[in-house]
């Protein structure tokens, strides 16, 4: 029961005895350790063992502090607002570590995008495939996987857009284009490697095209790189126009690896209709996706290209450019199907106001 208390409401710390029926204190404590829900809730034992060896038993349980019996209340009201203390302030350095890392993630993302949407549409794509996966094998906390997906093909930036198009559908490449195309793994390593605390995101990156090879010995980024590389190969076959049922056949009579593949079985990618409408920029918002390139007013410049997914920024460019009168005012965009009605319907409505006689 306590055991599922401290799951479902974790305390800032908890106080445990070692000597309890049915399970004793260590146990209890390496059960709390064990369980991503509580693995960070500070552990203090309180006991009337004293023996060095009992002490050292309850560290290596997970405890962060130990504390004889009899003992006086206020040592133990100083030693428990100390774990306090310390727990806040390692909970205040994760959520801006986060936010750090999610500023930067979306710097890298809009980048890409911008560069060229078709790496962007094909990086949601593969994002979508390795969440399926990590659902369906109840892979706790699976954000280093997630962001490892989202930015799998950053090192593609550094290719030509053909090279890439070949690459990716598996077409004939020259030696050159090869060694080109197999080397974009490495480049994002080596990008992301200047972001504090990518390690584990850099290495599934980097493993991506040959998850067994070099492996580093962490469990999350070895397995990461699997679930990369069979969500990299389904994705690259559904994109040559296979269905994912004769895709995932596919995948089984290769040999790989048949836990993930086994995951991915239902697996349907998510479709959404969308209705092309040409819009002011003044009434575009983030979400929407350009249906055709957009160029500067003389022709000569490109602005925007043909599926960049909108964001604040970019339609920050395309307002600054239409300021200037050195691009067009109005844009054709794509927006999904139920938002589109929601917009015909509100212009409906403003164009047939009743008037005051």
């Known amino acids: 029961m306590a055991l599922a208390a401290a799951e479902q409401e974790p305390p800032d710390v908890i106080l445990l ?19 991503s829900h509580s693995s960070d809730i500070p552990v203090i034992f309180l006991s009337a063992l004293t023996a060095t060896e009992d002490k050292i038993r309850g ?16 040592e133990v009201q100083v030693r428990v607002d100390t774990q306090i203390r310390l727990r806040r302030a390692r909970q205040t350095e994760h959520a801006l570590l986060e936010q750090t890392l999610g500023g930067a993630v979306s710097t890298l993302w809009e980048l890409v995008q911008l560069t060229s949407p078709m790496l962007a549409l094909r990086s949601r794509a593969i994002r979508e495939i390795a969440l399926w996966v990590t659902k369906r094998m109840a892979i706790a906390d699976p954000w280093q996987l ?18 890439f198009e070949k690459g990716y559908c598996a077409e004939t490449l020259t030696p ?37 090879a070099e492996s580093s010995p962490e469990e999350a980024s070895a397995l990461g790189a699997q679930i990369l590389h069979v969500a990299l190969q389904l994705d690259r076959r559904i994109y040559r126009g296979a269905t994912p049922e004769s895709a995932l056949v596919e995948l089984n009579l290769l040999r790989f690896n048949s836990r993930i593949l086994k995951a991915l079985e239902g697996y349907t990618p998510e479709h959404t209709e969308f209705a092309v409408h ?25 602005v925007l290209k043909k599926g960049t997914i909108l964001t604040e920024t970019w339609i920050a460019r395309l307002e600054n450019f239409a300021k ?30 009743p008037t005051l006689s």
């Open 17 to 35: 005895d070692i000597d309890m029926p049915e399970m004793n204190g260590y146990e209890v404590c390496e059960r709390l350790k064990a369980n």
């Open 59 to 74: 560290f290596q349980a997970g405890g962060v502090d130990y504390i004889a019996k009899p003992f006086q209340f206020e």
């Open 146 to 163: 997630e962001l490892a997906a989202t930015l799998s093909l950053v090192g593609c930036l550094a290719l030509p857009e053909e090279v």
């Open 176 to 212: 050159e284009e090869h060694r080109m195309f197999q080397a974009h793994p490495e480049t994002a390593r080596r990008l992301l490697s200047n972001i504090p605390r990518l390690e584990v995101v850099a290495a599934i990156i980097r493993h991506q095209l040959k998850p067994g």
């Open 278 to 302: 040409r819009l002011p920029i003044r009434e575009i918002y983030a979400g929407m996706v350009l249906e055709k390139d957009v160029l500067s007013s003389d022709g000569n410049l490109l």
């Open 324 to 353: 200037s009168r050195r691009a067009q005012e109005l844009v054709d965009v794509r927006i999904p199907k139920p938002v589109a009605q929601l917009i015909e319907f509100a212009s409906r409505i403003s164009n047939t106001r």
